[in-house]
């Protein structure tokens, strides 16, 4: 079984490569190459900081092809140029089935190079909804879905909100709607132990309290008021205690353009790697995000989260309490940052599954294009 398994972004290598780890699994016993996971980057997050860190920390292989569709401006022009290029690179390898993660642009493109071509997609994070139309990641979701014959839930929710929209075996649509659990929680667990330390750079001292805030949406990058908002609020925590700030480069950009100084106590880094986001997340004591990936991993680490959106696509973080929505208005993260820190928070529900997401994909997989020769026994 030949799986083209498309990424393009920083989450979607923690993804691929936890799917790459049950492939070889699968493959050393046995000992052949019963099936071939090809690897093609887009080229989305295309430095060594964005993506080079990535593969080498996580022991992915170089990808197949490299699409080189980085560095455009614009959703449009970017996803088009993806679509031209994954389209050529699937027609001369005609995979069995197409594996997409998450909901990036080149979660969009590979699923509709694929459809066009009549090849099967797979969705890895399929059913989240945030119930805001004007993400572009919402709308990459929904059309995913909507185009994928296999159907990968993270979370019960994840099922619901496919039923609703008709996708769920009973309601007449797609059968191959399925419960796998979360890949990134597989790989937060195989490389918790590989987490570094805050880099000494930063001047945290041992097992000094801190908070770790990421902004990277356009939503909130892209307007002067919404990004300023939320270097106020930092300012604010950083009274109490530091705050570390890896900055996505066009952050970094944007902030600049606007003026945005981090106020002292908010100590500003570049890009990290997966192992150093790790070691960050399990030595803070409070997470600021828009990011939906990291939101997720406070949980699986049991940190306390401030989302710096109005909604989100991890439902069952809020409603457990360990996820406070609180937009850019500075009032209203620094207030629910203390909220957090000052409560008694349950992480005790298992949400993402147990670990073994990524070889339940790759069951199902085998059971619906792997045949024979792939071998069946799991």
Known sequence: MIVASVVGARPQFVKASAFSAAVSAHNAAFGREAVRDLLIHSGQHYDADMSGVFFGQLGLPEPAYHLGAGGIAGHGAMTGLMLERLEKVLEEVRPDVVLVYGDTNTTLAAALAASKLNLPVAHVEAGLRSGDRSMPEEINRVVTDHLSSLLFCPTPLAVENLA???????????????????????????????????????????????????????????????????????????????????????????????????????????????????????????????????????????????????????????????????????????????????????????????????????????????????????
């Not at 950009?253 to 880094?269: F, K, N, Q, S, T």
């Not at 790790?278 to 997720?296: E, H, I, N, P, Y």
């Not at 500075?330 to 993402?352: K, N, T, V």
């Not at 073994?356 to 619906?368: E, K, S, V």
Request: hydrophobic letters at 40%; one cysteine or more; a neutral charge.
């Open 164 to 378: 609703l929209e008709g996708l769920v075996a009973g309601r007449g649509a797609v059968s191959g709607v399925y419960e796998t659990g979360d890949v990134m929680y597989d790989a937060a667990l195989a490389h918790a132990h590989r987490g570094r330390h805050a880099p000494e750079s930063l001047g945290l001292a041992p097992g000094e309290p801190f908070a770790l805030c990421t902004v990277h949406r356009q939503a909130n990058v892209e307007s002067p008021e919404r990004l300023g908002g939320i270097f106020q609020a930092l300012g604010e925590i950083a009274r109490e205690m530091p705050v570390v700030f890896p900055l996505h480069p066009r952050t970094a950009r944007l902030a600049g353009e606007y003026g945005l100084a981090a106020a002292p106590g908010v100590r500003l880094a570049g890009p990290v790697g997966y192992f150093e986001s790790l070691g960050l997340l399990r030595a803070c004591s409070l997470v600021l995000t828009d990011s939906g990936g990291l939101q997720k991993e406070a949980y699986f680490f049991a940190k306390p989260c401030v989302t710096l959106r109005e909604e989100t696509e991890w439902r069952e973080t809020v409603a457990s309490g360990c996820n406070v929505l609180a937009g850019t208005d500075p009032e209203r993260i620094a207030r629910s940052a203390r909220g957090l820190l000052s409560s008694r928070l349950d992480f005790s529900a298992r949400h993402y599954g147990d670990g073994t997401a990524a070889r339940r994909i790759l069951g199902i997989l085998l059971d619906n294009h792997g045949g024979r020769e792939a071998g069946r026994g799991r």
